[in-house]
Nanobody, 119 residues
Framework: QVQLVESGGGLVQPGGSLRLSCAASGSIFSIFAMGWYRQAPGKQRELVAAISSGGITNYADSVKGRFTISRDNAKNTVYLQMNSLKPEDTAVYYC?????????????WGQGTQVTVSS
């Protein structure tokens, strides 16, 4: 069993930056592939970025060059650094953990953190 808790969301102006964090507990974090998904109102949940247990990364085309995913296995935490934010990045961002599959699409989800990009 894995518990995931996201933090770091908020309101930011276009062009600004935010860093999301996802703290994991309850299992061996280092073996899990981790990912960030987002869901905007009226849209399906989509994968934004993922990182494997070995550090391989994967990004949606819409965020390449602007977002960076990283992990600190000593702190059981995965991060999403978001730069040059756009209004279309507005969504609830969810952390996901998967011990078997990359990109992750496992059954472990956090509660989500709201990101709003608006002037």
């Amino acid at each position: 069993q894995v518990q995931l808790v996201e933090s770091g969301g908020g309101l930011v102006q276009p062009g600004g930056s935010l860093r999301l964090s996802c703290a994991a507990s309850g299992s061996i974090f280092s073996i899990f592939a981790m990912g960030w998904y987002r869901q905007a109102p009226g849209k399906q949940r989509e994968l934004v970025a993922a990182i494997s247990s070995g550090g391989i990364t994967n990004y949606a085309d819409s965020v390449k060059g602007r977002f960076t995913i990283s992990r600190d296995n000593a702190k059981n935490t995965v991060y999403l650094q978001m730069n040059s934010l756009k209004p279309e990045d507005t969504a609830v961002y969810y952390c996901n953990a998967d011990p078997l599959t990359f990109p992750p699409r496992g059954n472990y989800w956090g509660q989500g953190t709201q990101v709003t990009v608006s002037s």
